[in-house]
């Protein structure tokens, strides 16, 4: 079946423009996590939902950074007022319902954020 | 809060040699261990997971690895490298505490022909 899809996969901003990100989760996955990678560093997590809920926050870097999942479904970081050190690659990962926090997460290709 | 940390952020080995990636978790014994690979402008793909069902866990790809409680490591080998295994490693843990992996800076593996 399909997979984690996310878009645009690729993303130029200029410093101080929005931007938005969006995560297509697999069908029937009611988790849902977004992760920033840094060049040459390992995934960093940023914030989780289940379902439309969103349950944990505590990894994004600034309030500038809003994640939303209005239906449960699909999903969407945001960038207010973009810089430099937000240049990174943004993974979307879903769970499927039915298996335990910190387990398996399927992840999605990624969206490759610079800002320039 | 736990920790994972991979050893070596490049190691290079001939085709057809042993492939060993060395990861070392913090501590305290997670619920679960992961090894993830990852090839250019592509997503995470799962190679592997720990449950503490059995300490050698079969992959995809002909990996292995094997959870040492003793010396707190989840190393990931394979036989023989082809050329196709060239890509990112990263070692992972999911604590069940909260609902996140934490991933270790990562290994790239070179294969030489």
């Known amino acids: 079946g399909a997979g984690v899809s996310q878009s645009p996969r690729y993303k130029v901003a200029k410093r101080g423009q929005d931007v938005a990100l969006r995560c297509d989760p697999i069908?029937?996955?009611?988790?849902l996590f977004w992760y920033q990678q840094a060049l040459g560093q390992g995934p960093e997590f940023l914030t989780y939902?289940?379902?439309?809920?969103?349950?944990?926050k505590s990894g994004l870097p600034s309030d500038r950074f809003f994640a939303e999942r209005p239906e449960g479904s699909v999903s969407t970081l945001k960038i207010q007022r973009t810089q430099q050190e937000d240049s990174a690659v943004y993974l979307c990962?879903?769970?499927?319902?039915?298996?335990?926090?910190?387990?398996?997460?399927?992840f999605g290709p990624g969206t490759r954020l610079t800002v320039l | 809060a736990q920790s994972v940390t991979q050893l070596g952020s490049h190691v290079s080995v001939s085709e057809g040699a042993l492939v060993l990636l060395r990861c070392n978790y913090s501590?305290?014994?997670?619920?679960?261990l992961f090894w993830y690979v990852q090839y250019p402008n592509q997503g995470l793909q799962l190679l592997l997971k720990?449950?503490?069902?059995?300490?050698l866990v079969k992959g995809i790809n002909g990996f292995e690895a094997e959870f040492k409680k003793s010396e707190t490591s989840f190393h990931l080998t394979k036989p023989s490298a082809h050329m196709s295994d060239a890509a990112e490693y990263f070692c992972?843990?999911?604590?069940?505490?909260?609902?996140?992996?934490?991933f270790g800076k990562g290994t790239r593996l070179h294969i030489l022909p």
């Open positions: 992972a843990v999911g604590s069940g505490k909260d609902d996140k992996i934490i």
């Open positions: 720990y449950t503490s069902a059995a300490t």
């Open positions: 939902f289940q379902n439309e809920a969103q349950l944990d």
């Open positions: 990962a879903s769970r499927p319902a039915g298996t335990a926090p910190g387990d398996t997460q399927y």
């Open positions: 501590s305290s014994v997670p619920p679960y």
């Open positions: 069908s029937g996955h009611v988790s």
